[in-house]
């Protein structure tokens, strides 16, 4: 069964940094691409970072020069580093393990909350 469990969130003043975690267990997580998506109140689901299994990344514009993704193959664990916060980026975070060739490969975590307060 595969599993994915977010840690690392919490409320930081603006300017502050944090680090989530995304542990991983029950896939094949060196293949996979991994993924942070957020969701704030009021507003839509969005993309926030993306690592594909070749170690390519993308950043959304919002965060791009901010945050920082990456991965441990052999912990089988994601990260996402925020530096500079902003009220704005206030939101719960996910992380999410998807083979993009495969669509039932998609697999997502519960969520981690974070609020940057002004």
């Known amino acids: 069964q595969v599993q994915l469990v977010e840690s690392g969130g919490g409320l930081v003043q603006a300017g502050g940094s944090l680090r989530l975690s995304c542990a991983a267990s029950?896939?094949?997580?060196?293949?996979?691409?991994m993924g942070w998506y957020r969701q704030a109140p009021g507003k839509q689901h969005e993309w926030v970072a993306i690592m594909a299994s070749s170690g390519t990344t993308m950043y959304a514009d919002s965060v791009k020069g901010r945050f920082t993704i990456s991965r441990d193959n052999a912990k089988n664990t994601m990260y996402l580093q925020m530096n500079s916060l902003k009220p704005e980026d206030t939101a719960v975070y996910y992380c999410?393990?998807?083979?993009?060739?495969?669509?039932?490969?998609?697999?997502w975590g519960q969520g981690t909350q974070v609020t940057v307060s002004s």
């Open positions: 999410r393990s998807y083979d993009p060739t495969t669509p039932s490969q998609d697999y």
């Open positions: 029950g896939t094949i997580f060196s293949i996979n691409n």
